[in-house]
């Protein structure tokens, strides 16, 4: 099973940041695209941001552009994602799993069926 851990979740205040890790249990992430989605409370999980596998593509959502960053250092197999300028809206579960493309339209990620626990993103005061 591809499956990915996510860590580096927390409580923030608004216009804080966090970065999110993304590392794979049994295999090296350096030949596949993956992408971040989040599931807020009461809503379907989303597309966030991807990464291609050179790491030369990313692309975001248009809610997290200029705010959130995606990166992957193959020497250490782990995916990240710098998130600044934290908002409310951003609070939710994040995800990282392969995905099919690494395209600028999130609906267009197509996401593997695997997916790991997640970390939770609360942005509050």
């Known amino acids: 099973q ?3 851990v996510e860590s580096g979740g927390g409580l923030v205040q608004p216009g804080g940041s966090l970065r999110l890790s993304c590392a794979p ?14 599931q807020a409370p009461g809503k379907e999980r989303e597309g966030v941001s991807c990464i291609g596998s050179s790491g030369v593509i990313r692309n975001y959502a248009d809610s ?3 705010r959130f960053a995606i990166s992957r250092d193959s020497a250490k197999n782990t995916v990240y ?3 600044n300028n934290l908002k409310p809206e951003d609070t939710g ?8 493309i690494c395209s600028p339209v999130v609906a267009n ?3 593997s069926d695997y997916w790991g626990q997640g970390t939770q993103v609360t942005v509050s005061s």
Not at 25 to 38: A, C, D, H, K, M
């Open 25 to 38: 249990s049994r295999f090296t992430l350096n030949y596949y695209r993956i992408g971040w989605f989040r």
């Open 93 to 100: 579960v994040y995800y990282c799993t392969t995905v099919s």
């Open 109 to 111: 990620y197509g996401p």
């Open 64 to 66: 997290v552009k200029g």
């Open 81 to 83: 994602l710098q998130m």
């Open 2 to 4: 591809l499956q990915l």
